[in-house]
């Protein structure tokens, strides 16, 4: 046969392995890599046991035996992420808050098109020229929560951790907050509406396991994840 039966066309989904860690993207992601030209050909190999796709422990065992060399998909995202520059900087401006001046840069991110923002209190260069060590700065991620950022609503008694955490900043006199957005906010059907939705369904969970005495262990841990997500 001088070509197999059958050849589906498959679809690059943009922005490669670090959007979508599939087998698509990991081929052109690695042809660009090496310099040539964005595409490739997949081809699996057979268990011979069963007849299904093999594994990666048995493809390590295939490689070894023939001497062949192996990239896994996590490989190649952890190349792009260590050698590729994925946010651009698109805005920055001085920011007058309640809590003191903050510089807050803009970062819009080359693979999906989010946009992120970095709020900067205080001189945190780190020239080669200073004789002094420099000092750790405070430092906070935070998620973006339209109903605790804008509208200073409570989790669970506590909140709003953006204010708690800009104030910590301003009294320390120095440190950034990181405000990310999801990865799901700018899709449709996962803005405010949606985030409304979880919240209640978050409260409503709280109430149950408040009532029955920590007994509801999925809605406790639920709330945790949320909990843990504006912590992070």
Same mark, same amino acid.
């Given at each position: 046969?001088?070509?197999?039966?059958?050849?589906?066309?498959?679809?690059?989904?943009?922005?490669?392995?670090?959007?979508? %860690?599939?087998?698509?993207?990991?081929?052109?992601?690695?042809?660009?890599?090496?310099?040539?030209?964005?595409?490739?050909?997949?081809?699996?190999?057979?268990?011979?046991?069963?007849?299904?796709?093999?594994?990666?422990?048995?493809?390590?065992?295939?490689?070894?035996?023939?001497?062949?060399?192996?990239?896994?998909?996590?490989?190649?995202?952890?190349?792009?992420?260590?050698?590729?520059?994925?946010?651009?900087?698109?805005?920055?401006?001085?920011?007058?808050?309640?809590?003191?001046?903050?510089?807050?840069?803009?970062?819009?991110?080359?693979?999906?098109?989010?946009?992120?923002?970095?709020?900067?209190?205080?001189?945190?260069?780190?020239?080669?020229?200073?004789?002094?060590?420099?000092?750790?700065?405070?430092?906070?991620?935070?998620?973006?929560?339209?109903?605790?950022?804008?509208?200073?609503?409570?989790?669970?008694?506590?909140?709003?951790?953006?204010?708690?955490?800009?104030?910590?900043?301003?009294?320390?006199?120095?440190?950034?907050?990181?405000?990310?957005?999801?990865?799901?906010?700018?899709? %449709?059907?996962?803005?405010?509406?949606?985030?409304?939705?979880?919240?209640?369904?978050?409260?409503?969970?709280?109430?149950?396991?408040?009532?029955?005495?920590?007994?509801?262990?999925?809605?406790?841990?639920?709330?945790?994840?949320?909990?843990?997500?504006?912590?992070?």
């Amino acid at each position: 046969f001088r070509r197999p039966g059958h050849i589906f066309p498959l679809r690059y989904r943009q922005g490669g392995v670090i959007v979508r %860690p599939g087998h698509t993207e990991a081929a052109v992601d690695l042809a660009r890599a090496s310099g040539s030209y964005p595409a490739g050909v997949l081809c699996e190999i057979v268990d011979r046991s069963d007849g299904s796709m093999a594994r990666t422990p048995l493809l390590m065992q295939f490689a070894k035996q023939h001497g062949l060399k192996v990239v896994t998909i996590a490989d190649l995202i952890r190349h792009r992420l260590r050698h590729e520059q994925l946010l651009q900087q698109v805005a920055a401006t001085q920011l007058q808050t309640r809590h003191g001046s903050f510089t807050a840069y803009c970062f819009r991110s080359l693979v999906d098109g989010a946009e992120h923002a970095a709020l900067v209190a205080g001189g945190l260069s780190s020239s080669s020229h200073s004789q002094q060590q420099p000092q750790p700065a405070l430092a906070r991620v935070q998620m973006q929560q339209h109903l605790m950022d804008a509208f200073g609503a409570l989790h669970r008694g506590q909140g709003p951790f953006l204010d708690q955490a800009m104030a910590a900043i301003a009294a320390a006199g120095s440190g950034v907050v990181l405000y990310v957005q999801g990865h799901s906010s700018s899709r %449709p059907g996962k803005g405010l509406a949606a985030e409304l939705q979880s919240f209640a369904r978050s409260q409503e969970a709280c109430e149950i396991s408040s009532s029955s005495g920590g007994g509801a262990t999925d809605a406790a841990s639920s709330s945790d994840a949320l909990e843990g997500a504006n912590r992070a």
